[in-house]
């Protein structure tokens, strides 16, 4: 039943070739029509070339005989079937040349559609190793479905020319084709049934195979280097490696010596079917029913035939095995993920009025069942420096998560002005809160760029770039690199400038102050600033968002008494909250930490 099932959508995913066509034309319409042009006019050469060849070897038997020879008409021939052989190489390398840019443009274009798609993924679906599969097998098809287009253009040329080739046989003699079909059939179906299991594994081997690339990935990479040298891990991830790989391998080695061991044994079906025609043909000949000419041109159709048959046909199953993952690709593309109904949102929010209010608020993350947050309830009222402070695992930054609506509660609801988040666009609402995160990402491209992302439609605003380079003191360290905001950062690429873990905050920090976003929350993106510079980056942080609203999640005490209130959690739920004094006053967790943090600074 399921194999039924499998069968049905091997031809079923076929039916998304005509979108991948039309959406190749589009890419460049003009390319694309001349391709399909030069394809037409290359199809019908093999043909003509067959038949001037015929009539060469004709009058030449002719001419032979003749006393007073005539060679004007056999030159002629000659001349055409020169000029053919020209045409067929010119034709061949523009077909070659317009496949190219063609797959080099559908590549670009349907890369930048999946970053696209993918931007508009929940996180909580990126979490998600089924969804995260599907998204892996739509990538590949992005870089290696490019030979799909030149492989449907191909087939529908080729089987012009054996229409072509056909008329000829059925011309002289239809009981040829009868021949063809018996030495022809056997390797169609054996083609079709090994498409359909290649993908099968390949399919059921995703999971594995983003394993392997992840190995290959920690195994060879800039970043993990350090560590996998110290501990010797080099051992143990190319063991790892193998034993994956080389399950992998013995799987695909079966399939692959099945398919080649049939394959071969149907060909020899297909040689024998060859030499009866031919011994056919040589009989009529010698017969005197078909002259010299006739005979190599049914012996040069029926070879050229069957070899174009035969590359047709496997290369069909070719086209049906790139039609599934195309399937993949537009089934990635064609999912809705906005949930967004226009009519049902209210316009904006354009600021931030009075308070936002968490609400007996509870979560816990997809495919888990334990509550991460139980019960939250506060207020953060405009204007005010809210510091979160807990032990790590609290819910700190889940919490975030929440506010920012990168996931929504599993109970209770957030209120912005009194209003439920969700009734808000999510793209506006998002637009009112700036994060950096303490897992920020370093951009391998330029230091202007690493700040200006927090805020990429100023991209261009350098007096802004630099002014928050210099509140948040990246100012001093990019003035020191060579080619200083214009300097590549990471060693990934050529003259990429390294920095150290503080620089890197102090670079990563400047896109808060980038954001015009009224709310602004610094998720612990100071750990590595040392004591002197985190305390002067948190001073001038308060000041400067002295008109708008932050949330600080630090473990430093020196940085969170400056906020106005303390909300300390603990499992998941409110323990606490107040000023740094009234907190202090209470024999709690937060005095308990202060104190603790406190004695370590004194011994
Ligand atoms: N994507 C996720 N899926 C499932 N569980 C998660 C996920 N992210 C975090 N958790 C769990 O949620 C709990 C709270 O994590 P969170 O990152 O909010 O803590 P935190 O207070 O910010 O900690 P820290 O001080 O270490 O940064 C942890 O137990 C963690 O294991």
Redesign the pocket.
Known sequence: MAKAREKKSNFASLKFVPRFLSKVYHTHPGLFLANVFLRLLKSLIPIALLWVGKEIIDEVIFQVDLDAKDLTRLYWLIGIELVLAIFSDVFNRLIGLTDGLLGDLYSNTSSIELIQKTAKVE?ASL?DSEFYDKLERARQQTTSRVSLMSNVLAQIQDIITIISLISGLIYFYPILILLLVISIIPSLINELKYSQSTYSLQKSWTPERRELDYMRMIGASDITAKEIKLFGLADFISNTFKRISDKYYKANKKLSIKKSLWGGTFHILGDLAYYGAYVFIVLKAVAGFVTIGDLTFLAGSFSRLRSQLQTVFSRFSNITESAMYLQDYFEFIDMDFSGENPEQYREGPTEFKHSIRFENVSFR????D?N?LSNISFDLIKGEKLA?V????????????LLLRLYDPTEGQILMDGVPVQEYRKQAYQKMLGAIF?DFVKYYLTAKINIAVGNIDEEHNTEKIKNAAVQSLANDVIESLPEGYNQGLGRRFRKGAELSGGQWQKIALARAYMSDAPIIIL??PTSALDARAESQVFQRFIALTEDRTSII?S?RFSTVRMADRILV?QN?QILEMGTHEELLAKPQLYAELFELQAEGYRE
């Open positions: 996180l979490e993350y997809p495919q888990s334990k991460v979160l807990g032990e790590n695992g609290a819910g700190k930054t889940t919490l975030i998560k303490q998720d612990e999640i473990h959690l998941g």
